[in-house]
């Protein structure tokens, strides 16, 4: 890769502003081999020649506001960096749409495929332990809400939801392993 070559660009930076002609086409050349290595990293080969450009276009236009009390390497990568980053805004491709609220979805067929299984699952268990899963775990009721409704006692209800889901995780694994 080509070197930073920072001392010679401040020299040539600085004898560019007070007009010297042949500092200005050194520096143009070495930072054009430069900024080709910068490009390469980041961007399609395609467009870095094209960036290059852009950025010597830059530079060239926003010279005078260099400030040669300071080093010339960091200005020229902010600018370089800069030019690289209004590439990707113009060339990113993406597309902002606002969905409507009846706009049907891929989670809709998901929860149906899911609601589906688990119905057939609820019915390789006996009933009761099918009724407090149901009540617990799709309608989302507390404990103590299944065991009122059930007439069950809260520690019944959830040893019958621990014995029902294992029952249900088995059944899944045998198809798994099928």
């Not at 930072?31 to 450009?53: G, I, S």
């Not at 926003?62 to 060339?91: E, N, S």
């Not at 309608?139 to 014995?163: D, F, L, Y």
Request: aromatic share 8%; hydrophobic share 40%.
């Amino acid at each position: 890769m080509t070197k930073y070559n920072s001392d010679r660009w401040d020299e040539w930076m600085r004898a560019a502003l007070k007009g010297d002609q042949n500092a200005y086409h050194l520096l143009l050349t070495s930072l054009r081999f430069w900024l080709a290595a910068y490009f390469a990293k980041r961007v399609h080969y395609n467009a870095a020649e094209d960036l290059v450009q852009d950025t010597l276009l830059t530079l060239h236009a926003k010279r005078q506001t260099f400030d040669p009390r300071y080093p010339f390497g960091p200005w020229m990568a902010a600018v370089a960096r800069h030019r690289w980053i209004d590439h990707l805004r113009a060339t990113l491709k993406y597309v902002e749409t606002q969905l409507e609220d009846d706009f049907p979805s891929q989670k809709t067929g998901r929860d149906a495929c899911a609601k589906h299984d688990v119905k057939a699952l609820l019915k390789l268990i006996p009933p009761p332990q099918a009724k407090v899963i149901e009540l617990a775990k799709l309608r989302e009721m507390s404990i103590e809400e299944v065991s009122k409704q059930t007439g069950h006692s809260p520690s019944s209800v959830k040893v019958m939801i621990h014995r029902g889901m294992k029952k249900m995780m088995a059944a899944v694994e045998k198809v798994q392993d099928d």
